[in-house]
């Protein structure tokens, strides 16, 4: 099942970049046009260091939440012996993948709503945040870059429901990893690149083919942990 975890994880961040955009596409403009000049070398080279950077930092915030929820998931089921611990948790993660998949194929998009979740711990990190610019360095790129990729987000949450049903630290950092990966084309866009992606992504035509099999990875997922349950 992990490896239909991975593969849905990088087509939520693949496919979700009109969600993207409308997140970080003003924080990623914002960032870039904050990039100090390089003095020597190609300017564009220099843009894609510092965006690296940032989009490193944002990644390696996604992969770390997803370590820390799957380990507590393996932790808790460990600590209370409960055998239907995991089957359960996989349940409520294939329904979260449906719902990322009505949304991606725009049928229903109230998973959304659950942006609210994370709002009470943004709101501490968002001055630290705000302190780290203007960015000065590659190294303060990655850093603010990790604080973030805390930001509210409902494609983020849903995909570390699958991360915990996983019951692993390491296959929960993998899946948030997959997932992160997926976004980077979004976000390291810029200019035309960015309006073709966006146009492309927005096709209803790839939006429901991709909602589509994403539901079809968690009706997967829902039918092995039901076959387990009983």
């Not at 961040?13 to 003003?26: N, Q, R, V």
């Not at 990322?100 to 942006?115: D, F, P, R, S």
Request: proline share 3%.
């Amino acid at each position: 099942m992990i490896e239909y975890n991975v593969t849905g994880a990088f087509l939520v961040g693949l496919m979700g970049a009109a969600h993207c955009f409308g997140m970080c596409g003003g924080l990623v403009g914002a960032f870039s046009a904050q990039i100090p000049n390089g003095k020597t070398g190609n300017l564009l080279a220099h843009q894609l260091k510092y965006l690296l950077s940032y989009n490193l930092g944002r990644i390696l915030s996604y992969t770390l939440a997803g370590a820390l929820v799957g380990a507590s998931a393996a932790g808790l089921g460990h600590l209370f012996e409960l055998d239907t611990y995991l089957i359960v948790l996989r349940i409520f993660a294939g329904l979260m993948m449906i719902a990322t998949g009505l949304y991606i194929a725009k049928i229903w998009v109230g998973i959304v709503q659950i942006e609210r979740v994370g709002q009470w711990l943004w709101q501490y990190l968002k001055p630290i945040a705000q302190r780290l610019v203007p960015i000065q360095n590659p190294s303060q790129a990655v850093m603010a870059g990790f604080i973030w990729g805390w930001l509210p987000c409902g494609l983020v949450y849903s995909t570390l429901t699958w991360s915990v049903a996983s019951g692993s630290a390491s296959q929960g950092a993998l899946i948030m990893l997959a997932f992160g990966l997926g976004t980077l084309p979004a976000l390291l866009s810029a200019g035309v690149a960015a309006k073709r992606l966006a146009a492309w992504v927005q096709k209803r035509t790839v939006r429901l083919l991709s909602g589509l099999l994403l539901i079809a990875f968690g009706g997967q997922t829902l039918y092995i942990a039901l076959a387990q349950l009983n």
